[in-house]
């Protein structure tokens, strides 16, 4: 009985930990970093560039239940930063709609100029643009649709590339998070989003 409970709440810490999660109807989310901080190398990889870390988690986080308390940044264009994401949990043949999410702050803020290239691998066909604003500051603290995919594996990959616009300590790039929801599915309910933060690190 004791190695039984013991089990358990191992299985439990593990699942509390990862970074890449679904919910109803098989949306899955993949976050940038753990639960400890961490990079969530299953299913999130840098690719290229200068990456840190960050406290400035988008302002959704509550209402999705991710489990990160922090996110990667990128503050310099030299060299070129890029990010792949690898999800988990997607089916062959299958349409998502693709979102991302992100923070900011008044101290450190998400780029407002900022450019991004997307590239899709193991699909059959997407309607995410080649290059997107999505990632700048206005955007910041709710979903923003990129695009459709269709899957045809079950392991697509989406790589983002710095193309332009202005990264510094103060304007950043944020990679927080990127959600996958199957086409006709209902969204989490959300809730109300808190006031930006003044300051971060």
């Avoid at 991710?66 to 070129?80: C, M, Q």
């Avoid at 994401?85 to 803020?109: I, M, N």
């Avoid at 999505?134 to 649709?145: G, I, L, R, Y």
Wanted: glycine share 6%; net charge positive; aromatic share 6%.
């Amino acid at each position: 009985m004791i190695m039984n409970k013991k089990l358990i709440l191992t299985l439990v810490t593990l699942a509390l930990a990862s970074a890449v999660h679904t919910f109803a109807a098989d949306i899955v989310v993949v976050e940038s970093r753990t639960a400890d901080g961490s990079i969530n190398s299953n299913a999130w990889k840098e690719v290229s560039g200068t990456w840190g870390k960050s406290k400035n988690k988008t302002r959704v986080s509550d209402a999705v239940s991710l489990v990160g308390r922090s996110v990667s940044i990128a503050a310099t264009n030299i060299p070129a930063p890029a990010f792949k994401v690898a999800p988990e949990g997607l089916e062959s043949g299958k349409t998502y709609r693709v979102d991302v999410t992100f923070g900011t702050s008044s101290a450190q803020h998400a780029s407002a100029d900022l450019v991004v290239a997307v590239a899709a691998t193991g699909v059959s066909a997407n309607t995410i643009p080649t290059n997107t604003p999505v990632f700048q500051e206005p955007n910041a603290n709710s979903w923003n649709t990129l695009g459709m995919i269709t899957t045809s594996t079950d392991h697509p990959t989406l790589t983002f590339t710095y193309v332009s616009g202005t990264l510094s300590p103060i304007s950043r790039w944020y990679a927080d998070s990127i959600r996958f929801t199957p086409e006709g599915a209902a969204e989490p309910k959300a809730k109300p989003a808190k006031k930006p933060k003044t300051s971060a690190k």
